[in-house]
């Protein structure tokens, strides 16, 4: 296998990155935390209102990057076994054999997670988290390059299945997406006049290989942290399992160590992405929200006083001493 430079993988990924936000436009945090994901190699919960180019944002990094897309509609009659695949009788030798399903592919989205029952939810979220799929005695791993990318809308929650707080941890970021501001619509306006008439002039990408997005993985971890910004990253997350006494009462249960893991990846790739060879306490803090949004559990007093989780990670970055 031919080695990729550091170089070319990064050219790579910002042209990929810059082709996404002239498709994706006024959602450039969407756009940022999607490449993220990828070169983290986990996975993105994505939180708006319809029509705000969450399934697009997915959808135009599968058109560039190398690998297979699938998009799975959950609904409330959707079966495991659609998601993970079936076994099928053969009657010319009388056998069962595995038929994969579309979890089995590189680029996944699943549109309205909420909207399909527990079970469902359960067979998507182990494959993500255990790489791998179990039928019976066999056993079948999933692509090496495996990215799904979950959405919810947050107006209907009639007929919706909230997803379960410990299965939520499952995934890299949470991110929510607003509406974008004046000057993005008109911008939007005048793609969609233009890709109607098939007269779209944005500059092409070439396509990002897999061998360049596993390049760029390993380029994360050889990043420089030093060592105050180490703990000041678990110090972050002992916050939230052991909070002071203004926030004791807002927290119930704080982040798993999956979150202290997501902190590092994530502040890592905010770095590379910018173009730099070490971490700062800006980066972690910068990422902070989208990682510890969803795994903050708050108590029922903060739930009734109105407090976000969002404003609670607020008052730890204010709370915790930067290094």
Known sequence: MNTVSTESTFSAIHDVSRWLESKIIGQESLVQRLIMALLCGGHLLVEGAPGLAKTRAIKELAEVVEGEFHRIQFTPDLLPSDVTGTEIFRPEDGTF???????????????????????????????????????????????????????????????????????????????????????????????????????????????????????????????????????????????????????????????????????????RALAWLNNREFVTPQDVQAIAHDVLRHRLILTFEADAQGITTDHVIDQLIEQVPVP
Not at 112 to 119: C, L, Q, S
Not at 137 to 153: C, G, I, K, R, Y
Not at 188 to 205: F, G, M, P
Not at 237 to 248: C, N, Q, V, Y
């Open 97 to 267: 054999k595995f038929q994969k399903g579309p979890i089995f592919h590189n680029l996944i989205l699943a549109d309205e997670i909420n909207r399909a029952p527990a079970k469902v939810q359960s067979a998507l979220l182990e494959a993500m988290a255990e790489h791998q799929v179990s039928v019976g005695s066999d056993t079948f791993a999933l692509p090496e390059l495996f990215l799904v990318m979950a959405t919810q809308n947050p107006i209907e929650q009639e007929g919706t299945y909230p997803l379960p707080e410990a299965q939520l941890d499952r995934f890299l970021m949470h991110v929510v997406v607003d509406y974008p501001d004046s000057e993005s619509e008109r911008k939007i306006l005048n793609l969609v006049r233009a890709e109607a008439q098939k007269n779209q002039t944005t500059d092409s990408v070439l396509p990002l290989s897999q061998q360049s997005i596993f390049a760029a993985r390993q380029a994360l971890l050889k990043l420089h942290m030093a060592e105050p910004v180490e703990r000041y990253i678990v110090a972050l997350i002992m916050a939230t399992r052991e909070p002071g006494k203004d926030l004791s009462k807002w927290i119930e249960y704080g982040a798993s160590p999956r979150g202290t893991i997501a902190l590092d990846i994530c502040s």
